[in-house]
């Protein structure tokens, strides 16, 4: 009698996290500058606070992954952002953290 070899599928422990957190209830992020009406006067290069909560630690521009602003904001974030870096308001990077 032969038995019959049954093949199961590998599943990976990151694609089973993945599976997890899409199953899980969490709010979706939002792009905090759609909903605002002056964008212009939020998104400028010597509004230093703001842009600084864009930011890592080291002095990199967050990507809209983890911050949550939609692709049309980002762009122009990531562009006042150098603006500001020319400017030397914001450094370059951050060597100490």
Avoid: W
Wanted: contains cysteine; charged residues 30%.
């Amino acid at each position: 009698m032969v038995k019959k070899r049954t093949s199961k599928l590998k599943i990976s422990s990151r694609l089973l996290r993945k599976k997890a957190r899409r199953l899980s209830f969490a709010p979706r992020k939002h792009c905090r500058f759609c909903g605002a009406k002056q964008v212009e006067t939020v998104l400028d290069y010597k509004n230093v606070p703001v842009l600084k909560s864009f930011l890592t630690e080291r002095g990199k521009i967050l990507p809209s992954r983890i911050s949550g602003v939609c692709a049309r904001h980002q762009r122009a974030l990531s562009h006042v952002i150098k603006k500001a870096r020319v400017m030397a308001l914001l450094p370059y990077y951050a060597p100490e953290f």
